[in-house]
């Protein structure tokens, strides 16, 4: 091998590690969504974990077929009956509990810009449902339970929901298929009036 | 001749040393200062070590750069906040680390080509089965200690996502621990069948005898069996009802033994404790890695089946030793302990040796590792000989000294550069020890004691606990 040649080849090996080990660009904030310079930026799935875009969407998918339901028909027909929004039960891996209450939140204002339910105020619904966990040492997800409560709080109906989702890791690539229940309970009879599941599914891919 | 050989022989010993001199700390070098101040009881000192180290300056903060030994270095914090008892910043630092290994696990790795070349530490981190089971075992804890049982369902799924793949790589996937604190978790989530199935786990590995009672009472509510369960619930097996000439019983395939059921009277349903009490006790540090010289032909016997590349040119070579990480033992203070209720002592059952379970995964890679220190020795030696071949070419009869300064110049600057990998979640729990003891409703007092030859540390806790609920203790000591 020739000097010419070894010498670049002696300069890479020996400054490769220091590449190897040298940072990148610094990180900066940027502000993005509708009216930013970054409209796109909420577009890109960053993790398996559901951002607002897919809560959004299976919300949607949910609240539409619902307001095009029997149930929906006859509330608008009775317009004013009292409809509480129970927590959705997170059984997924991933801890999405955050975005779980700002989809209930969204629930929560489609129903009263809609005009045709009255709702319970979600935030004296928990307050009571979790005081009455503690004294009573029960699952808030128990279906007794929140039928227990959707009755002392005046409401004909509860909407109730969860989330479930199947996970798994192979060939190094890793795949989560959300499901999104939504149901509407009937407090007297307990019968399911409305009931429906949207699907989305996220993965981290080489 | 001789003079030239002399020099070189001084030249030599100059660089060796300088290499020495120049060659980085590795990980656990640069976070001693965390796990002696955690030996010493310290844990506020210890945190702020890690969080200098994590370059943040509180606890509250997350790194906002992720280097190669960062999301180790939050695994460790978050063990130093469980000891501090700050359940929910713990878990915080948890779940940012479990996604980041996640990644790493997925992403293609860069820094392999560098970990065959120049040094081991330049790959990316990934987390031996062991850590991984510890990271959503010791979260799940986290979140139940919180008093939030939907974050300790999320832990219990991720563990068992976890299990599952690490079981689909052939790869030991032990955690009894994880699965006995998930069967906890669920069965006071109300859900049996699901609760059931992670006890059977924790019962695939040891026998827990403080699960008997929980086992009877779930068996009530759900029709879930395996032989482990049979056994402890003393049940008979559903075959044994069989005709043994009918198709159904030749072709059944034969259930295996239960390894873990202890020869018990069988069970019966015991009823819902009035309250419940869960301890857990994680005493001592798991081993951690050091950088270790080995001479090499110790090494080549060691790594041989992982050599890519000649040794022969090894025999021109500077230097006649391979750096490697070696697994030590942490030195700490306790590896047993007791728990006094109300002035009555019960006893703790050993759920997960972890010391147990790194060196056995250690002792499985250790030739793998070696293999690749010493090749990555042979690529130096080679990059040496053509140093030195074209410095052999210089002009004036020098040729002979420079090609033999320049063939040390290259294996130096290459070896200053390689950093064993000695990066690992030091400060991982040796032992962990579970109980379960019904209580009445009401107030208790307890009394958890970590012993071991460093003497003793007691806790002692003031508890309440509501009729039919639960409480859960943890004593995390680091040392």
């Known amino acids: 091998m020739s000097t010419r040649l070894l010498s670049p080849l002696l300069l890479a090996l020996v400054l490769a590690p220091v590449a190897l080990t040298s940072t990148g660009c610094k990180p900066k904030a940027v502000r993005g969504g509708p009216g930013t310079e970054n409209p796109n930026l909420d577009q890109g799935a960053m993790s398996t974990t559901l951002d607002r875009r897919d809560l959004q969407e299976l919300m949607q998918a949910n609240m539409a077929k619902m307001m095009e339901s029997p149930w929906w028909t006859q509330m608008t027909g009775t317009p004013g009956q009292v409809v509480a929004i129970w927590p959705i039960k997170n059984e997924t891996s991933e801890h999405i509990d955050d975005q779980l209450n700002t989809l209930l939140a969204d629930i929560e204002t489609e129903l009263v810009n809609s005009g045709v339910v009255a709702v319970v105020s979600r935030e004296r619904q928990a307050e009571m449902a979790n005081e009455v966990a503690v004294q009573q040492n029960r699952s808030i997800y128990d279906p007794a339970f929140a039928n227990q409560i959707s009755r002392q709080l005046g409401a004909r109906y509860y909407i109730t929901g969860k989330v479930g989702s199947v996970d798994e890791f192979f060939n190094k690539e890793r795949r989560v298929q959300y499901t999104l229940f939504m149901q509407v309970i009937e407090v007297e009879t307990s019968l399911v009036r409305f009931q429906y599941k949207s699907e989305r599914s996220k993965a981290i891919v080489r | 001749m001789g003079a030239i050989v002399n020099r070189s022989s001084r030249v030599r010993g100059l660089l060796l040393a300088a290499v020495s001199l120049c060659a980085c700390a590795t990980y656990s070098e640069k976070t001693q200062l965390a796990r002696d101040a955690a030996q010493t009881g310290n844990l506020a000192a210890s945190e702020k070590v890690l969080n200098k180290f994590l370059g943040v300056r509180r606890s509250s903060d997350l790194p906002t750069e992720w280097k190669k030994e960062t999301i180790v270095a939050l695994l460790e914090r978050a063990m130093v906040l469980r000891g501090k008892r700050d359940w929910k910043l713990s878990a915080r630092d948890l779940v940012v680390a479990d996604k980041q290994l996640v990644l790493l696990d997925v992403a293609r790795d860069a820094g392999q080509v560098g970990k065959w070349i120049f040094s081991d530490s330049s790959g990316k981190y990934h987390a031996p089965p062991s850590e991984k089971l510890a990271l959503n075992a010791f979260n799940m804890l986290n979140y139940l200690l919180a008093g939030d049982l939907s974050g300790a369902r999320v832990e219990a799924k991720r563990f068992t996502v976890t299990r599952e793949y690490l079981g689909q790589l052939d790869t030991a996937a032990h955690g009894a621990f994880g699965s006995y604190v998930a069967g906890f978790v669920f069965e006071r989530l109300g859900e ?158 050993l759920a997960t040796n ?126």
């Open chain 2, 192 to 349: 049996p069948e699901t609760a059931l199935r992670y006890y059977d786990e924790a019962l695939q590995e040891q026998a827990f005898p403080s699960l008997q009672g929980p086992v009877a009472r779930l068996a009530a509510r759900s029709s879930y069996r395996t032989p482990r369960l049979r056994a402890l619930l003393g049940e008979a097996e559903p075959t044994a009802a069989l005709a043994a000439n009918t198709l159904l019983a030749t072709q059944a395939p034969a259930e295996p033994e239960p390894a873990a059921a202890p020869a018990t009277a069988p069970a019966t349903p015991t009823p819902a404790p009035a309250g419940e009490l869960l301890v857990v006790m994680n005493v001592g540090r798991v081993p951690y890695k050091v950088p270790e010289r080995l001479p090499i032909g110790l090494a080549i016997g060691i790594g041989a089946a992982f050599i890519t590349g000649s040794t022969a040119i090894l025999e021109r070579s500077a230097l006649k030793f391979v750096i490697y990480p070696e697994l030590v033992p942490s030195r700490a203070l306790f590896n047993t302990g007791s728990l006094v209720i109300d002035g009555q002592e019960h006893p703790l059952e």
């Open chain 2, 354 to 479: 972890l010391d147990a379970e790194i060196v056995r995964e250690y002792e499985a890679l250790k030739p793998k590792i070696i293999g690749a220190a010493i090749t990555r020795l042979i690529v130096r030696a080679a990059v040496a000989e053509g140093a030195r071949a074209a410095g052999n070419q210089a002009k004036d009869g020098a040729g002979a000294i420079v090609g033999l300064l320049a063939a040390l110049a290259a294996e130096g600057a290459m070896v200053a550069a390689d950093k064993p990998d000695t990066r690992s979640w030091t400060l991982l729990p040796a032992f962990v020890f579970v109980a379960r003891v019904p209580v009445a409703p009401g107030a208790h007092s307890v009394t958890i004691t970590a012993m071991g030859s460093g003497g003793r540390e007691t806790h002692d806790f003031k508890i309440d606990v509501k009729p039919g609920g639960f409480a859960v203790l943890d004593v995390t000591t680091l040392r």
